[in-house]
């Protein structure tokens, strides 16, 4: 599954201006054992595990305290590809407009024909979730986190939120463009190459395998808070991956929000981006 297109936010820079942080370090060397909380406070390249792949940047707010919440960014890619830059757009708007809020942009090991993206990929979530928890007091954040994904990276950020949050401590969950079921019979029965591709990443499997890599298969009364934006042209994404997952978040009763673009694909511009900016940040000042 391709990523947003970059350039759906590059407009977005020519009107964005964000402040530059208090405090910025490139590297975990310079990384200090105490935090000034009265200060904003910037690292990148952090590693939070021993692969290459497995690093983060993190970004604390001013006046930040044990209940200042942290939203994890998780990009697309095909779970094959990508990189926590493309997200970098998202993550300047929240610092501009949610300003209360800590941001962690994640990197994770990336599949190929010899390791599948699952559990991999999941336990690569989990292993960002348990780095800050060990590191709360350090970073004077709380427990309590959101995702925003975008494409494989909504699917990710949806399948932690609705089958790994054991601890209940995800409050939102946002997906652009991310698949939910994978035993839907628009992909099953698709002879798309694109389609195939996708499904591909995954290796030989079962239905049995699909449905627990699904969120449509996951989701429960108790999952959190779900914001979703599709595209009606999606050549990736049948637009029955957005609205059945609508309709079962619906019967659940768990909290949400649905957006189809219909002239729109895999990624959009214009006033359909400015519209997915300002319900994301309603949504998140909601929940978050």
Not at 96 to 102: C, T
Request: glycine content about 6%.
């Amino acid at each position: 599954m391709k990523m947003l297109r970059p350039q759906i936010f590059n407009f977005l820079f020519v009107v964005l201006l964000v402040a530059c942080s208090n405090e910025s370090v490139n590297n975990e060397d310079a990384i200090i054992d105490q935090f000034d909380a009265s200060k904003a406070y910037e690292a990148k390249d952090f590693s939070y595990g021993d692969h290459p792949r497995q690093i983060l940047d993190i970004y604390l707010p001013p006046n930040r305290t044990n209940a200042t919440k942290v939203v994890i960014l998780i990009h697309g890619g095909s779970w094959t590809s990508g990189d926590k830059s493309s997200m970098e757009p998202i993550e300047l708007l929240i610092r501009n407009d949610i300003p209360d809020l800590a941001i962690v942009n994640i990197n994770y090991r990336l599949a190929d024909n010899e390791t599948p993206p699952f559990p991999m990929q999941l336990n690569d979530i989990t292993a960002v979730i348990e780095y800050l928890k060990a590191n709360k007091e350090q970073y004077s954040i709380s427990e309590d986190i959101g995702f925003i994904g975008t494409s494989a990276g909504g699917h990710l950020a949806m399948l932690w939120s609705y089958a790994y949050d054991d601890n209940n401590k995800v409050d939102m969950v946002c997906s652009i463009v991310g698949p939910t079921n994978f035993t839907d019979p628009a992909y099953l029965n698709s002879t798309d190459s694109e389609i195939q591709e996708l499904l591909g990443a995954f290796g030989n499997v079962t239905i049995n395998f699909l449905e627990e890599v699904s969120p449509f298969h996951q989701v429960k009364a108790s999952s959190p808070p779900t914001i979703l934006f599709y595209g009606g042209q999606d050549p990736l994404i049948p637009t029955s991956q957005g609205v059945d997952l609508k309709n079962k978040l619906e019967s659940l009763d768990v909290p949400y929000e649905f957006t189809l673009y219909e002239n729109a694909g895999h990624g959009w511009t214009g006033l359909e981006l400015l519209d997915t900016w300002s319900k994301l940040k309603l949504f998140s000042e909601t929940y978050l």
